[in-house]
């Protein structure tokens, strides 16, 4: 079950993050991967999303969307040391997902234009410092 259990933390975390940074191409397209409840509690309708109107409660939405990410990161994260070590390598992509929530924090972050990505060469850098990290402990 622990196995299962931190599959499930690692595979939320990073389909969230995914979906935060997919946001502009959703928005464009007319679809919405937010919880509709919270857009609805901050304020914010499909029409504005769809728009493209930035607002502080579509902010709140996102930083709410990224909080709930990296609670799933933190608790897989805790946990990793449960994991048989044959199965890690499995997990190294999560790596990924910090400096993508990271950037989406940023004070210069515009959701519907922003685009958050890493060069080749910083995604190749992070999965193999985590691999390396993960034979260690």
């Given at each position: 079950?622990?196995?299962?259990?931190?599959?499930?933390?690692?595979?939320v975390?990073y389909?969230?993050?995914?979906?935060?940074?997919?946001?502009?191409?959703?928005?464009?397209?007319?679809q919405?991967?937010?919880?509709?409840?919270?857009?609805?509690?901050?304020?914010?309708?499909?029409?504005?999303?769809?728009e493209?109107?930035?607002?502080?409660?579509?902010?709140t939405?996102?930083?709410?969307?990224?909080?709930?990410?990296?609670?799933?990161?933190?608790t897989?994260?805790?946990?990793?040391?449960?994991?048989?070590?044959?199965?890690?390598?499995?997990?190294?992509p999560?790596?990924?997902?910090?400096?993508?929530?990271?950037?989406?924090?940023?004070?210069?972050?515009r959701?519907?234009?922003?685009?958050?990505?890493?060069?080749?060469?910083?995604?190749?850098?992070?999965?193999?410092?985590?691999?390396?990290?993960?034979?260690?402990?």
């Open positions: 079950a622990g196995s299962a259990d931190l599959c499930g933390y690692a595979g975390t389909a969230m993050t995914g979906l935060l940074r997919a946001f502009p191409h959703h928005a464009r397209r007319k919405c991967f937010l919880p509709h409840e919270a857009l609805i509690a901050c304020g914010v309708s499909l029409d504005d999303l769809y493209g109107r930035d607002s502080e409660g579509l902010r939405v996102l930083g709410a969307t990224r909080g709930r990410a990296r609670q799933h990161l933190a897989l994260r805790s946990r990793i040391g449960e994991l048989d070590r044959r199965i890690r390598p499995a997990f190294y999560v790596a990924l997902v910090e400096p993508y929530l990271d950037a989406k924090e940023a004070p210069e972050y959701p519907f234009e922003t685009r958050i990505d890493l060069s080749a060469l910083a995604k190749l850098w992070r999965i193999g410092k985590n691999a390396w990290l993960s034979r260690r402990g």
